[in-house]
């Protein structure tokens, strides 16, 4: 996921576009830090840093630094062929006014729609993870499938499955990824999940899920997405004797949200959580982070 966009020049900013704010760092000592990096790449060649749960992706051309915020887990291929798409609709632009003084009185805005364009093309990884039976292909279908209603059978998913999930999320598009929960599957997880930028957890709400989701599911998530950020989900919440939401997050040492992901109604909340979990508006946690 691209988080941000810092064009500079001569420590100028000629245009910067912050879709997630970075409220961990001081954006601008990272900015200093890593355009005095970028102004000694040689031109076109793509160079990156991680600080933290961010990379920052850079590029020099014409003597201006264009810098990328992403997620630290998140696809560096894919973002880096995207920084060069970016940098190429920009010199489409602006080439001109960049080779003379012009570029100081220039308007770079107009290039808002095109950076955004660009965001929207890498697909925001979501991983599903969780035991067999706990909701999560029936939370995948009542995201990506409205008009058929949420499954009210359980069939196991084989190794795993993926949809695309185009909804209010802009500039974002979602690649939800419902893992496959049974323990014969477990192991594959690692190579499904790679470059997830974001988990979600889903739990049946019961103390012996949250007993199988420390003991098989965090391992794997930790091995693999230490830098991803994850909420769960306490669903099954009309079932006799399910624990709260708070309970579930409690337990499981992750923020919890309430659900019933069979219920249609329940869509609308779970888009929201979505979202929310994507711009940063709930309290998540970062995979590495989780004190168990
Ligand atoms: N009572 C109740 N049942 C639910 C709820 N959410 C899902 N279910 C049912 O629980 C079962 C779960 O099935 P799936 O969503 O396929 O389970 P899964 O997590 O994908 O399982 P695996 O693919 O084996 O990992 C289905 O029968 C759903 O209809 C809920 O909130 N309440
Ligand atoms: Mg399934």
Same mark, same amino acid.
Request: net charge negative.
């Given at each position: 996921?691209?988080?941000?966009?810092? *064009?500079?020049?001569?420590?100028?900013?000629?245009?910067?576009?912050?879709?997630?704010?970075?409220?961990?760092?001081?954006?601008?000592?990272?900015?200093?830090?890593?355009?005095?990096?970028?102004?000694?790449?040689?031109?076109?060649?793509?160079?990156?840093?991680?600080?933290?749960?961010?990379?920052?992706?850079?590029?020099?051309?014409?003597?201006?630094?264009?810098?990328?915020?992403?997620?630290?887990?998140?696809?560096?291929?894919?973002?880096?062929?995207?920084?060069?798409?970016?940098?190429?609709?920009?010199?489409?632009?602006?080439?001109?006014?960049?080779?003379?003084?012009?570029?100081?009185?220039?308007?770079?805005?107009?290039?808002?729609?095109?950076?955004?364009?660009?965001?929207?093309?890498?697909?925001?990884?979501?991983?599903?993870?969780?035991?067999?039976?706990?909701?999560?292909?029936?939370?995948?279908?009542?995201?990506?499938?409205?008009?058929?209603?949420?499954?009210?059978?359980?069939?196991?998913?084989?190794?795993?499955?993926?949809?695309?999930?185009?909804?209010?999320?802009?500039?974002?598009?979602?690649?939800?990824?419902?893992?496959?929960?049974?323990?014969?599957?477990?192991?594959?997880?690692?190579?499904?999940?790679?470059?997830?930028?974001?988990?979600?957890?889903?739990?049946?709400?019961?103390?012996?899920?949250?007993?199988?989701?420390?003991?098989?599911?965090?391992?794997?998530?930790?091995?693999?997405?230490?830098?991803?950020?994850?909420?769960?989900?306490?669903?099954?919440?009309?079932?006799?004797?399910?624990?709260?939401?708070?309970?579930?997050?409690?337990?499981?040492?992750?923020?919890?949200?309430?659900?019933?992901?069979?219920?249609?109604?329940?869509?609308?909340?779970?888009?929201?959580?979505?979202?929310?979990?994507?711009?940063?508006?709930?309290?998540?946690?970062?995979?590495?982070? *989780?004190?168990?």
């Amino acid at each position: 996921m691209i988080r941000e966009i810092h *064009i500079f020049k001569e420590g100028k900013t000629l245009f910067e576009d912050v879709i997630v704010p970075n409220r961990d760092l001081d954006t601008s000592s990272v900015m200093m830090l890593v355009s005095s990096s970028a102004k000694k790449l040689q031109e076109w060649k793509i160079d990156s840093m991680e600080i933290e749960r961010y990379r920052y992706v850079y590029m020099n051309s014409h003597d201006t630094q264009f810098i990328m915020t992403m997620d630290r887990q998140a696809s560096l291929q894919k973002v880096s062929e995207a920084m060069m798409t970016m940098v190429s609709k920009f010199m489409t632009a602006f080439e001109s006014v960049l080779e003379t003084d012009e570029w100081k009185s220039t308007d770079f805005s107009p290039f808002g729609p095109g950076f955004r364009a660009v965001v929207s093309r890498i697909p925001v990884k979501v991983c599903l993870a969780g035991h067999g039976g706990t909701g999560k292909t029936t939370l995948l279908e009542l995201a990506t499938l409205p008009s058929k209603g949420p499954p009210q059978d359980y069939v196991p998913t084989f190794f795993g499955d993926k949809a695309l999930l185009k909804a209010d999320f802009d500039p974002y598009i979602f690649s939800m990824f419902d893992l496959g929960g049974q323990d014969r599957f477990v192991q594959e997880w690692g190579k499904i999940i790679r470059s997830g930028s974001m988990v979600v957890l889903v739990t049946d709400s019961t103390q012996e899920n949250i007993d199988w989701t420390k003991r098989v599911a965090y391992p794997v998530l930790k091995a693999e997405l230490p830098y991803a950020r994850a909420i769960a989900i306490a669903n099954k919440q009309d079932m006799p004797g399910a624990l709260s939401p708070e309970e579930v997050g409690k337990r499981l040492g992750v923020p919890g949200y309430g659900m019933q992901a069979n219920q249609a109604d329940f869509r609308e909340r779970w888009l929201r959580l979505l979202k929310d979990l994507a711009f940063e508006e709930i309290d998540s946690i970062v995979v590495g982070e *989780i004190v168990e």
